[in-house]
């Protein structure tokens, strides 16, 4: 294992987490998705690398998304792209049931949750070099200065994501903060497995579709900043 990765071997919690478990309101309706779907498409954390291939039933490419929030970007994305096989993790019981919502309503059989602390799962769960893609939208961006140590785009984090690229796998990321903007730009570029597919920002891609907050953002002027490198 190296140097970078053992950032994230000082026991489970070795590393500084990029998120608080709020104890949300969970609604009825998303207590009974989690209930029915998550026997159906949920993933357990185990400590342990996985076939990504049997877990979904097929070899198709496989792309990882940190933090999918509500779900609605994360199922609009993999029911426009049948093709490809989608893993999504997310700690927060309200999300999760919602995203199984959407699953159940949309029918969508490429898509697979992981509710656990993404780290662990990238460094116990997923093997090097498997990933297609990754996606990281609109990540909390821990405003105060004070805790910009607990961002999740951080260098020991992009270089453990970056190993568990393909040759020509991507790491997608959008920010509606610049100066976290300014700090994964920074990050993804000063990593040597990685690199830009443009000159600092990148167009918004096709496939994220804007969201409603988003949208409402953008007209009253606020900037959204995607960035796209590739694994060399």
């Known amino acids: 294992m190296d140097t970078q990765e053992n950032v994230y071997t000082a026991g489970r919690a070795g590393h500084i987490r990029s998120f608080v478990l709020r104890q949300g309101r969970v609604s009825n309706a998303q207590q009974r998705y989690f209930d029915d779907m998550m026997e159906k498409i949920g993933v357990p954390y185990v400590a342990a690398p996985h076939d990504l291939d049997t877990v979904f039933g097929r070899k198709a490419p496989k ?37 199984c919502k959407l699953v159940a309503e949309g029918g969508l059989s490429n898509l697979r949750i992981v509710q656990h602390d993404a780290v662990e799962v990238l460094r116990d769960m997923i093997l090097p070099g ?15 200065a004070r805790h910009h140590k607990r961002r999740l785009i951080q260098p020991p984090l992009i270089a453990l994501l970056a190993s568990r690229l393909q040759p020509g796998g991507y790491i997608h990321c959008a920010t509606d903060w610049e100066n976290y903007a300014e700090q994964m730009l920074a990050v993804l570029s000063a990593e040597p497995l990685l690199e830009n597919t443009a000159v600092d920002y990148a167009p918004r891609p096709d496939y994220r579709p804007l969201t409603k907050f988003e949208q ?6 606020h900037g959204v900043w995607d960035l796209v490198f590739r694994r060399k």
Do not use: C
Not at 72 to 82: F, M, V
Not at 134 to 143: L, M, Q, R
Not at 216 to 221: A, E, F, I, N
């Open 63 to 99: 792309i990882l998304e940190i933090g999918f929030g509500m779900g609605e970007t994360s199922a609009a994305i993999a029911a426009a792209n049948p093709q490809n096989d989608y893993l999504g993790v997310e700690v927060h019981t309200p999300g999760v049931g919602s995203l």
């Open 216 to 221: 409402r953002g953008l007209r009253l002027g």
């Open 130 to 144: 498997i990933l297609s893609g990754a996606h990281i939208f609109f990540a909390d961006p821990w405003p105060k």
